[in-house]
C-alpha cells in the first residue's frame, strides 16, 4: 500500500473532534519510542482544548490488557485516567444505535467487531478523523482516517 506523510497540522486542521483508536492511546502512554513525538503532539493539542480527543468503551478495554495480564496497577490507572478522564476527552458510551451501524460496517467492510465498534462510535460521536496506527481501516470511506505512521511533526 503506497502512504503519503502529511504532517500532524494539515491533518487536523479542521478537525474539532478526533476519535482516538486504541494503538496511539496505547503509544502515548507507554512513552513508544517510535511515536512518542507524535503522540504527545496530538495530545498536547487535545490537552490544550483542539481537537476534542473522543474514546470508547472499546478503546479502553483494548488498552488494559497488558497492564491487567501484568498486575500493573499505576499503568492501568494511567489508561483510565487518559481515556475515560483526560482533559478535553470525551468518553462515550457504545448504544442500541451504535451496535447497528457497527453491525453495518462489519458487513459493508468485512471489519473485527472492535474495530467496527470503534468507527461506529466516531461516526456516533460526529468526529471529523479517525486515529489509529491501521492501513487496513483506510478503506472505510465515511470519516477520514488518520494513520500515525503517515503523520509528521
Known sequence: METFAVTIDDALRSVAFLFLDTAPV?????KNPAYVDR?????????NGVPTGVTSPVTLAEALVHPIRRNLTAQQQDFIDVIVAGHNVRFLPIDYAGGIRAAELRAKYNLSL????QISSDLSASCEAFL????????????????LDELTT
Open 26 to 30: 496505547i503509544y502515548f502512554v507507554e
Open 39 to 47: 503522540v504527545k503532539d496530538i495530545f498536547g493539542r487535545i490537552d
Open 132 to 147: 489509529t496506527n491501521d492501513f487496513r481501516l483506510k478503506k472505510v470511506t465515511e470519516i477520514p482516517i488518520l494513520v
Open 114 to 117: 472492535t474495530d467496527a465498534l
